[in-house]
């Protein structure tokens, strides 16, 4: 399994932009990289995916560059609500396990 | 209203009983998994099954059993040979197992405490 590191936490005052980086250098050719967000007392629920350059939805960006050794997952305007653990996965064709490691806890200050 | 139900939400089990943990999607999806979840961890694997009536022993499947006789349907059984049960078991579903673009679809999780 493809291994990501990303930062324990960080803290953000609300309305800031918030980008949460992680690190995934043995990527393979086929891997998507995948972001989680989980609230406390419940699933994990899926934010965004990539493959390279950038992604972006009603939620996120993603941003990867080109030797996709890292990614970057920018959450605009954070409020209170976005507070949780937001975690990065490599999706490996052909795996049947996804490694969710301790991810990021986000602390939005008031 | 499709999406992943599990119950019961709290469960409580005295030491050296069986306790079973129910998990039903109706997203038709083919794959379901079950993880289990430590405080300030991550999660980790249990069992997981690709298609109805398989399934595979995940990282941590020792005092852990499944059945998979319906898709919509995988129930946990924890049983009294899991040292360390209590924790928090999340069960998830999928449409692409194995692919790359694949997303899973979790459940709200049941909170198992041993007494």
């Known amino acids: 399994l493809a291994k990501t590191t990303q930062p324990i936490s960080m803290d953000s005052y609300e309305g800031q932009e918030v980008n949460i980086t992680c690190s995934h250098n043995n990527i393979a050719t086929n891997d998507y990289i995948t972001w989680y967000q989980q609230f406390p007392s419940q699933g994990p629920r899926f934010i965004i995916q990539g493959y390279k350059t950038k992604v972006t939805n009603e939620v996120a960006s993603l941003f990867i560059p080109a030797d996709r050794k890292s990614s970057t997952l920018s959450l605009p305007r954070v409020s209170l609500s976005d507070t949780a653990v937001y975690y990065c996965?490599?999706?490996?064709?052909?795996?049947?396990?996804?490694?969710f490691g301790t991810g990021t806890r986000l602390t939005v200050i008031p | 209203d499709g999406g992943i139900t599990q119950s019961p939400k709290y469960l409580f089990r005295k030491e050296g009983q069986n306790v079973t943990l129910s998990c039903e999607q109706n997203?038709?999806?083919?794959?379901m998994y079950w993880y289990r979840q430590d405080p300030g961890q991550g999660l980790r694997l249990i069992y997981y099954?690709?298609?109805?009536?398989?399934?595979q022993k995940g990282d941590i499947a020792e005092g852990y059993s499944v059945s998979r006789e319906k898709k919509e349907s995988f129930p946990l059984t924890v049983t009294s040979a899991q040292k360390n049960p209590t924790a928090f078991y999340l069960c998830?579903?999928?449409?692409?197992?194995?692919?790359?673009?694949?997303?899973?679809?979790f459940g709200p999780g049941t909170r198992l405490t041993v007494l």
């Open positions: 997203l038709n999806h083919d794959a």
């Open positions: 996965l490599v999706v490996q064709t052909g795996a049947n396990n996804l490694f």
């Open positions: 099954s690709q298609i109805v009536n398989d399934f």
């Open positions: 998830a579903s999928s449409l692409f197992p194995g692919a790359g673009t694949d997303t899973q679809y």
